[in-house]
């Protein structure tokens, strides 16, 4: 599967952006996706996850009740919805698809080129 992200963009603190990620196939239905993040100087990590049917999702404590993952399988699509930006959540933004429903990034065999998050104050 190819992945391709979007969305990115400068914003001002407080402010909100919607990621997408759209995948080629036609077995996007059937694949766990994930977003990551890498900012300047550190390792890439977990921002949230889907399962495949769009059921249950997950994420990282930094992000919990900001951030919304969605998915439209008829689309091909997943969606990073954040909302009440800080600086901190300034990064390069991953999404990626794995086989399994993980937090980990060695579980994500798919990855797209990643779209730069910056929020200033």
């Known amino acids: 599967v190819q992945l391709q992200a979007s969305g990115g963009g400068l914003v001002q603190t407080g402010g909100s952006l919607r990621l997408s990620c759209a995948a080629s196939?036609?077995?996007?239905?059937?694949?766990?996706m994930g977003w990551f993040r890498q900012a300047p100087g550190k390792e890439r990590e977990f921002v949230s996850s889907?399962?495949?049917?769009?059921?249950?999702?997950s994420y990282a404590d930094s992000v919990k009740g900001r951030f919304t993952i969605s998915r439209d399988n008829t689309k091909n699509t997943v969606y990073l919805q954040m909302n009440s930006l800080e600086s901190e959540d300034t990064a390069v933004y991953y999404c990626a698809a794995s086989t399994y429903w993980s937090r980990y990034t060695s579980s994500y065999g798919y990855w797209g080129q990643g779209t730069l998050v910056t929020v200033s104050s």
């Open positions: 196939g036609r077995t996007f239905s059937s694949y766990g």
């Open positions: 889907i399962t495949p049917s769009g059921a249950s999702t």
